[in-house]
């Protein structure tokens, strides 16, 4: 009956070109109320770790192939690549990513998460969709479903990548490693869009150039000499210097990068010793680090290996002893939109949404997006990058007027409005690849 449904749908698209954008969104409305709300339910109720999306990928993987597309699994580990040929012309790339995050849900939602997982540490923590992947993965399904109906409305080859660990900013580069370009193909294009709470529900924001910034964890082993708390000069005590070099990162961007030149080094993680009165021989510092160029990106991660060693020699430590600075684990250059290609597609947004469908993105931080590894390759794929707002009106005129502020992203009281956000995000997905896969 939904096939039916649907096919009645597309028929009325195809007959009336004129209705086609009500046709469309009236059948991805269909389909929200029919399988994919249920679907997002499911996800969010069910979220996985990073590079551990074992049971996620298996159900998007079984979402695809009801849908005629050829699907492939284990791609970098836990990735699902899916492709859906009709006919000659372009390839392109539209990226969902999958992971949750290791959070404690408290929304209070009747859906809400209480799973909890083994983490690639060995660790038992709990998971929540905190970032809005549940609405990717339902909305990827979404665009495949809405594509399979409407085969007569365009011609070539989508590639459906359900990426994994995106919140180690991991997944992509692993797919890449086992040769997702060289089995399933170069895409002409590659298209991705991230949820947004903070942006009002169902709206869409779409811009070129810069979208978000580099981002690089750092590891820093401070090694000491362990001696008694009450004898400090018999030791070398690496609390003492750990914190000398968490204060002097502080001048990289203070007094080392130009004032209109944007970074961030932020120390998150500071552990190290057991007991009040034991110097201990270790400490470990986990940085993140943010730039919006290679060059400011170079800078910093230049400067925190200079001081972390400048640091230790003034402590007096020997050279077999100087912090040990470990980086390129966990990275992502910045990611940009292809100015040309997000013009393109802003304009099938707007035509469809009208000026009061969309929104100006606005950035207010520097979050990172392993997006960035699909198109900045040898082969330099020009990619689009897009918003959907998340966050009903009402939260946002109770925040305006003073009320609790709209929870962010990787917050235990992330809450999106389902239904806005996924038939939004399904409807400009397809509208996006309808145009760049057009009849002849």
């Given at each position: ?6 096919a ?19 059948s991805v ?10 679907l ?33 699994e ?6 699902v690549?899916?492709m859906?040929?009709n ?6 790339l539209?990226?969902?990513d999958?992971?949750?995050?290791p959070?404690l ?7 809400a998460?209480?799973a ?27 665009t495949?479903r ?8 365009w011609s ?6 359900g990426q994994?660990?995106?919140?180690r900013?991991?997944?992509a ?17 590659a ?10 529900a ?18 820093i ?21 750990a ?28 552990h190290g ?6 110097i ?7 940085v ?17 290996e200079r ?5 230790g020699?003034?402590?007096g430590?020997p050279e ?8 390129g ?11 040309e290609?997000?013009a ?5 947004f707007?035509?469809?949404f009208?000026?009061e469908?969309m ?16 198109v900045q390759?040898e ?6 990058y897009?918003t ?7 939260d946002?005129e109770?925040?305006r007027?003073?009320?609790r ?12 409005e389902p239904?806005?956000?996924?038939t ?6 397809t ?7 057009p009849?002849e």
């Amino acid at each position: 009956m939904i096939r039916c449904l649907s096919a009645i749908v597309v028929a009325a698209c195809l007959a009336s070109p004129a209705n086609a954008a009500e046709a469309l969104r009236d059948s991805v409305a269909q389909d929200y109320e029919a399988h994919l709300g249920d679907l997002f339910v499911h996800f969010h109720r069910n979220p996985e770790l990073s590079f551990l999306e074992t049971a996620t990928a298996a159900r998007l993987a079984a979402e695809l192939r009801e849908q005629g597309v050829v699907v492939t699994e284990g791609v970098g580990g836990t990735g699902v690549v899916g492709m859906l040929e009709n006919g000659e012309g372009p390839l392109v790339l539209v990226r969902g990513d999958i992971d949750g995050l290791p959070i404690l849900e408290d929304t209070g939602l009747d859906y809400a998460s209480q799973a909890t997982q083994e983490d690639i540490d060995g660790i038992v923590k709990p998971v929540m969709h905190a970032c809005g992947h549940d609405v990717h993965i339902t909305s990827l399904i979404g665009t495949a479903r809405r594509l399979s109906d409407l085969r007569d409305r365009w011609s070539g080859t989508v590639m459906f990548v359900g990426q994994p660990a995106e919140e180690r900013i991991g997944g992509a580069r692993a797919m890449l490693e086992d040769g997702l370009y060289e089995r399933f193909g170069v895409p002409d294009y590659a298209l991705a869009f991230h949820v947004s709470a903070g942006d009002p529900a169902g709206k869409v924001g779409l811009s070129g150039g810069l979208i978000a910034s580099s981002s690089d964890s750092v590891d820093i082993t401070v090694h000491g000499i362990g001696a008694h708390g009450a004898s400090p000069h018999q030791g070398k005590d690496p609390i003492f210097i750990a914190s000398q070099i968490v204060i002097a990162l502080q001048s990289l961007v203070s007094r080392e990068l130009g004032p209109l030149e944007p970074g961030v080094v932020t120390v998150g993680s500071f552990h190290g010793g057991f007991k009040h009165n034991i110097i201990p021989d270790e400490v470990k510092l986990q940085v993140t680090v943010r730039a919006d160029s290679e060059e400011t990106r170079g800078k910093l991660l230049d400067g925190i290996e200079r001081i972390a060693h400048g640091v230790g020699r003034t402590a007096g430590l020997p050279e077999d002893l100087l912090p040990k600075v470990e980086h390129g684990f966990e990275s992502t250059p910045t990611t940009s939109n292809d100015v040309e290609l997000a013009a393109r597609i802003r304009a099938v947004f707007v035509e469809a949404f009208g000026d009061e469908g969309m929104y100006d993105e606005v950035r207010t931080g520097m979050g990172a997006e392993d997006f960035a590894y699909f198109v900045q390759t040898e082969h330099e794929v020009p990619g689009a990058y897009f918003t959907v707002g998340g966050t009903s009106e009402a939260d946002l005129e109770a925040e305006r007027a003073g009320g609790r502020p709209v929870p962010s992203h990787h917050s235990p009281f992330f809450r999106i409005e389902p239904r806005p956000a996924v038939t939004a995000g399904v409807e400009a997905m397809t509208r996006a690849v309808l145009e760049l896969l057009p009849t002849e």
